[in-house]
């Protein structure tokens, strides 16, 4: 048929016109790669460095005696010194452990009670304002009422973080299934999308962007009160961060102090990294991305 | 596809004396108001009117997303699928990956969806593009791919929301001829809504023009002219025009 292939080649042609000028854009050679990886570096070590200098430059000031604020000089050697205890891994090791055992806690509440809020409208009505009023509590506020429920345990501190986390990734899955498209919704009912597929082909996959950025401020509420547990809910002779932050000041051990300090913000930037990495990987893979 | 012994004379799509009221008390507002369409099975049927005709309610009841006020749609016996404004592709999936939804929600096993993934993408002429996703086809592409997905549904009533409206005039002059294509191959039923007489001159059978707030049939218009046409054509135009004339005159009623 000479009709249909010259109007296949119509088709065709108008198609590669529309896409050419996307197709440049996902080539970079190496030299180009390891440029952007530059230009996204040297602002954040310029940043350390400035950072660093206007430390050192308080100490040389003589503002605090060196014994209770010292310098970078002291404070990264200490924390290399640290760095290669086995003691210091396994304070580390029993902190992330009790994070990620809480978040894990706290994500699977959110999830139960953010499909359920979503789900019921009495729910939403009843407890809707209460998630968001959660979110905006200090978590610390609940320690004295956790450790009368749990004694100094691990407990406590983990009933903490739930309370901690758990609203911030109920509020991100609710809004996140309160804006899927209306368009979607419909396209998903005239294709006979219904009960769990309606949900697992569906709602699911479209609130994930606003689930994600739920998670990822969950995560930082869940960190907050395992920093703030394990400086008040001291578990005797169980190393962890707060532990050794704990000791450090008992002992006047400032060098101590600053490297675990510096440990704490490592851990929540590398925990960051990764939630931003996989929000960028989800806003690609959607064709949202800057 | 399997087509039943159906005799020609019973309609596809028969939508009798329906009302659709939303809201109640004084504030309840009549969308379609005793609008009654018959539809045979293979025609192409395009519904005009100006804003506030119903249009796209009239769809959704037509798809069973809604149920009329009053009156009856009847499309037993025939699968229906719909098609809106936007593509409404879904943006986590491949371009293989939307087109098995409805499979997958009709349980089809995997092997049969990959090859019927394949069989409607050559026939919207996007083969190759399987692994592709949304954001990386043009407006016209990922129309196609919709209408790829709809046609998975295994429906033979296809409705159509203004599916084109987004698009540039040659995009769209290609769809048209595109759609009327697989409409002949598939041997469709469809409704077509849209604003644009021209265009509802060149792919119906016949032209419904409604009646805004409240929703009613004004005219009814039989296309004349052979297949394929030329939304270009004088025949088209002069069509056209006749319509427009009564869709003005139907729009000043509301100044």
């Known amino acids: 048929m000479p009709d249909t292939s010259a109007r296949g080649r119509e088709v065709r042609g108008l198609d590669a016109l529309e896409l050419r000028p996307q197709e440049g854009r996902g080539e970079r050679g190496a030299a180009e790669a390891l440029k952007g990886f530059w230009a996204a570096t040297w602002p954040k070590l310029a940043a350390v460095a400035l950072v660093l200098a206007a430390w ?184 962890s961060i707060g532990w050794a932050l704990s000791q450090a000041r008992q002992l006047n051990d400032a060098d101590r102090l600053l490297a675990y300090i510096i440990v704490v913000l490592a851990v929540g930037i590398v925990v960051d990294v990764f939630f931003t990495w996989a929000d960028r990987a989800l806003r690609r893979r959607w064709g949202i991305a800057a | ?92 999936l491949t371009v293989g990956g939307n087109i098995e939804v409805p499979m997958k929600a009709d349980r089809v096993p995997r092997a049969e969806r990959r090859r019927r993934v394949a069989d409607l993408l050559d026939l919207v002429r996007l083969s190759g593009f399987d692994r592709k996703r949304p954001h990386e086809l043009s407006g016209g592409m990922r129309m196609r791919v919709a209408l790829a997905r709809a046609l998975a549904q295994d429906a033979d009533v296809l409705l159509m929301d203004e599916p084109f409206g987004a698009l540039d005039a040659m995009t769209r002059d290609i769809l048209h001829d595109e759609l009327e294509r697989i409409w002949q191959e598939r041997g469709l039923t469809v ?34 002219g052979e297949r394929p046409r030329r939304i270009d054509s004088a025949l088209i135009a002069g069509q056209a025009a006749a319509i427009t004339d009564r869709l003005r005159e139907e729009v000043s009623r509301h100044a």
């Open chain 2, 191 to 224: 409704l077509f809504v849209t604003h644009n007489v021209r265009e509802a001159v060149r792919l119906g059978d016949r032209v419904v023009l409604l009646s805004s707030r409240p929703g009613r049939v004004i005219e009814e218009f039989e296309v004349e």
């Open chain 1, 56 to 239: 050192q430059a308080v100490v040389w000031s003589g503002w605090r005696p060196e014994y209770v604020l010292p310098g970078p000089d002291r404070v990264l050697p200490a924390l290399v010194a640290e760095v290669s205890t086995p003691e210091f891994w396994t304070a580390v090791a029993v902190t992330v452990r009790r994070a990620l055992t809480g978040f894990a806690l706290a994500l699977a509440v959110g999830v139960a009670v953010g499909l359920a809020v979503s789900r019921f409208r009495p729910l939403r009505v009843a407890i809707g304002s209460l998630i968001t009023g959660l979110q905006t509590m200090p978590s610390i506020v609940w320690f004295p009422f956790a450790m009368l429920l749990y004694g100094i345990s691990e407990s406590a501190i983990m009933f903490v973080i739930v309370l901690g986390a758990a609203p911030s990734i109920a509020g991100g899955l609710t809004s996140g299934i309160d804006y899927v498209s209306p368009t979607l919704l419909r396209a998903g009912r005239v294709m006979g999308l219904s009960g769990v597929r309606h949900y697992s082909m569906l709602v699911v996959p479209a609130a994930l962007p606003m689930f994600v950025s739920g998670l990822k401020q969950g995560w930082a509420f869940a960190w907050r009160s395992l920093m703030a547990g394990e400086l008040l809910v001291v578990i005797n002779q169980q190393d």
């Open chain 2, 1 to 92: 596809m399997t087509t039943t012994a159906t005799p020609a004379r019973v309609p596809a799509v028969e939508i009798s004396g329906i009302s659709k009221v939303f809201g109640h008390g004084t504030g309840a507002v009549t969308a379609i108001d005793g609008m009654s369409i018959t539809v045979a099975p293979g025609e192409f049927v395009s519904l005009v009117g100006a804003s506030g005709c119903g249009k796209s309610t009239l769809l959704s009841l037509v798809a069973g997303l809604e149920s009329p006020t009053t009156g009856s749609v009847d499309a037993s016996g025939h699968r229906v699928a719909m098609m809106f404004q936007e593509a409404a592709l879904f943006p986590w």
